[in-house]
């Protein structure tokens, strides 16, 4: 069935559709979240990041512009480069939806100094979101001024080891001289790593720093910094492929020994983030939830997702209805055991329906837009083969042409009420006819 269907549709259309009920489709929810990417079809490399979203006075955004580069999305203006926009005004200038990044992805890039001499250049959206900035280092061998001059993240490096470089792991005072907790760092890739991890770090005065010539080389947001070091403490407790970010908030392993039975009441052996298998299958599982035993004689219970490897990024592509709960002795009975981990905030979620989430982001509580059911139905628009676009649209389990008279009837509705991604078949970042072409012809 091809485009010369069309007034064969129109007669159809003609036929069958009834007129659409009266529906309030002022549902007061924003449409968009922090770290959507609005932008257009015209100029897909640029467009504006959501920042912050206000509903005192009606739906109002902070957003910054945004550049692509390679895959990521960086702000080239921060400092006074924020701007409000009203959905009324994003409708005007033909703004949608078309990306979302964690904001811990989205990286400063302005290299201005502010009035008070700080700098956000390299800190991710988050961070600034947060709070974090830093001052401008004083030229070389210059004491500081008595505030921290470097913050969480941050990567220096002098004339002595150009290969390498020194994190800032944790701030803080002795005796009233400021000192830094700091730990080896080794770019690879896109990304830099601790190779060789230990837990306290080197407690190093800000002056010998200074005095070593080190400055600031880059930052990286904490989320980002993987621990590489296979090794443990004394206690057992290790903490490889952790984020610093993870290990800053108290994580870590005990010995997996997944070849062992568990017994109940014992506790959980795997920590949200972790990529469970075994050797005797392709399928992937990320742990999304940990729940203790709820008794002597319970076991820990996980609540998992299946991903896909994409390159070294972790994807989630279905997330509605794709949870699976497992306590720890079907994952015993499974042979299943860690095979890698990934901060939540690095595991991306590519049901289109889900708008790019990460994990991360929704165990943080910005819940996603399940598809709504279009009325008159009861039931939420199915995805049936995979491809982020609902062509179920009465979610009855089959595409048939009954969805085709409710996207006919129910065009204006769906706009203003579902993820548009879910039902935008022609990719122009909006609803029109050729949508309903598409879904006609696919059946």
């Given at each position: 069935m091809h485009f010369s269907a069309l007034p064969l549709l129109l007669l159809l259309l003609l036929l069958v559709a009834a007129p659409a009920a009266a529906i309030d489709t002022d549902t007061g929810l924003p449409r968009y979240v922090v770290g959507d990417i609005l932008g257009t079809a015209a100029a897909p490399e640029t467009g504006m990041v959501v920042a912050n979203v206000s509903t005192?006075?009606?739906t109002v955004y902070l957003a910054y512009e945004v550049v692509k580069n390679g895959t990521g999305w960086e702000i080239p203006k921060y400092w006074h480069g924020d701007f409000e926009l009203t959905e009324v005004q994003a409708d005007t200038l033909d703004l949608h939806r078309v990306d979302h990044a964690d904001p811990i992805l989205v990286i400063i890039t302005d290299p201005e100094v502010t009035g008070g001499d700080m700098q956000y250049s390299g800190l991710s959206l988050a961070e600034a979101r947060a709070g974090v900035v830093y001052p401008v280092e004083p030229a070389?061998?210059?004491?500081g001024s008595g505030t921290a001059l470097y913050v969480t993240g941050d990567i220096l490096n002098n004339s002595y080891a150009p290969a390498g470089g020194t994190l800032i792991g944790r701030v803080y005072t002795n005796n009233g001289q400021i000192y830094y907790r700091t730990y080896d760092v080794v770019k690879n890739g896109d990304r830099w790593e601790i190779d060789w991890f230990d837990y306290n770090g080197f407690g190093m005065p800000e002056d010998v720093l200074i005095g070593m010539g080190m400055r600031?080389?880059?930052?990286?947001?904490?989320?980002?910094?993987?621990?590489?070091?296979?090794?443990?403490?004394?206690?057992?407790?290790?903490?490889?492929?952790?984020?610093?970010?993870?290990?800053?908030?108290g994580e870590g392993y005990g010995p997996e020994l997944w070849q062992d039975q568990p017994y109940p009441g014992t506790s959980p052996r795997y920590l949200t983030g972790d990529i469970l298998g075994n050797d005797t299958s392709s399928i992937r599982y990320v742990v999304a939830g940990v729940a203790a035993p709820a008794g002597p004689d319970a076991f820990p219970i996980y609540?998992?997702?299946?991903?896909?490897?994409?390159?070294?990024?972790?994807?989630?592509?279905?997330?509605?209805?794709g949870d699976h709960q497992v306590d720890a002795l079907q994952v015993f009975t499974q042979s299943l055991h860690r095979i890698d981990h990934a901060d939540a905030h690095t595991v991306v979620v590519t049901d289109s329906t889900v708008t790019g989430l990460s994990l991360g982001e929704i165990l943080g509580g910005t819940l996603p837009v399940r598809p709504a059911p279009v009325p008159p139905g009861t039931n939420s628009p199915r995805d049936l083969n995979s491809d982020g676009l609902c062509e179920d649209i009465n979610g009855n389990?089959?595409?048939?042409?009954?969805?085709?008279?409710?996207f006919f009837n129910q065009m204006d509705w769906i706009a203003q009420n579902e993820p548009l991604s879910?039902?935008?078949?022609?990719?122009?970042?909006?609803?029109?006819?050729?949508?309903?072409?598409?879904?006609?012809?696919?059946?």
């Open positions: 005192q006075t009606g070389p061998g210059e004491p600031r080389i880059a930052h990286a947001d904490p989320h980002t910094l993987i621990v590489n070091d296979t090794a443990t403490n004394t206690g057992d407790i290790g903490w490889y492929h952790l984020s610093f970010a993870e290990f800053l908030a609540t998992t997702y299946e991903v896909v490897q994409n390159g070294s990024r972790w994807e989630i592509p279905m997330y509605w209805d389990g089959i595409a048939d042409f009954n969805d085709v008279v409710i879910a039902f935008d078949f022609t990719r122009n970042g909006r609803l029109d006819f050729n949508d309903l072409v598409m879904v006609f012809n696919g059946l």
